[in-house]
């Protein structure tokens, strides 16, 4: 209420945590082009929120890299049906978005964390202890959830950024895909003979899947959540994405 939106019921809309540029003009382009994809989608732009944030915590270095954390709120369309069916439509958008300001000169340090009506993710290039006080969201007393996971990495084989932290769309993860390239490839060839009853035609807008430069952590959990949003349980998805 404090910034004008309106919410409806739980379930009924999704919140995207979402890195911007510190440019205005570059940040206002990152945000219309989100916008766009959500009305495309037929759901609707709830509004905008600033993720208030305690930045005196990092360090000089880090403040030099620390993008504007805002949230946007999209409403449930009434093509969804179910709550399943508005979270893959929510995957649709953020892939979308995603590909469509990576196509751009400088995104900056755009990256959408989440983009759910289940799940929000804070992270960032913290350290541990700082997480909970950087956030000021995490110590709001209105901030109720069933589950709260916290998870820890420190990076081993990816230079440290913002974007780079845990994925936690999917999965939190620790250690090393020693057969990451492998994987990938096969994702890649796959992809001409991928078909989804669930999905349809929005399949072909996801594509490519995992993008140049993230982590191994990340790029498995881009395909678990093709998968899940596929139709597969997260245990039969998961059977598959390890081999015997």
């Known amino acids: 209420p404090e910034v004008g939106i309106e919410l409806p019921a739980p379930g009924l809309y999704g919140v995207g945590q979402v890195f911007l540029p510190q440019d205005p003009t570059v940040r206002a382009a990152c945000e219309a082009i989100v916008e766009k994809y959500v009305v495309a989608e037929g759901q609707s732009v709830l509004g905008w929120r600033d993720v208030p944030v305690r930045s005196e915590l990092l360090s000089e270095t880090v403040k030099t890299t620390e993008p504007v954390l805002r949230q946007i709120f999209v409403g449930s369309g009434k093509g969804c049906a179910t709550q399943d069916v508005f979270e893959r439509k929510l995957f649709v958008i953020r892939r979308q978005a995603e590909l469509a300001v990576e196509a751009m000169e400088d995104a900056g340090s755009f990256y959408i964390c989440t983009l759910s009506s289940r799940v929000i993710a804070y992270k960032g290039m913290l350290l541990a202890r700082d997480v909970g006080s950087y956030f000021k969201d995490l110590s709001d007393p209105r901030l109720v959830t069933c589950l709260a996971l916290v998870h820890q990495r420190f990076s081993t084989n990816t230079f440290p950024t ?4 845990q994925p936690f769309r999917m999965i939190c993860h620790n250690g090393e895909i020693n057969t990451l390239q492998g ?12 078909r989804s009853s669930v ?5 072909d807008k996801l594509w490519p899947l995992i993008v140049e430069g993230q982590s191994d952590s990340a790029s498995l959990d881009n395909a678990l959540e093709l998968l ?7 245990a039969h998805a998961m059977i598959m994405l390890i081999p015997e």
């Not at 990938?184 to 003979?193: E, S």
């Open 228 to 234: 899940m949003q596929g139709g597969y349980s997260l």
């Open 183 to 194: 994987n990938v490839n096969w994702m890649k060839a796959r992809r001409a003979t991928m």
């Open 199 to 203: 999905l349809g035609d929005d399949l």
């Open 162 to 165: 913002w974007p780079l932290a």
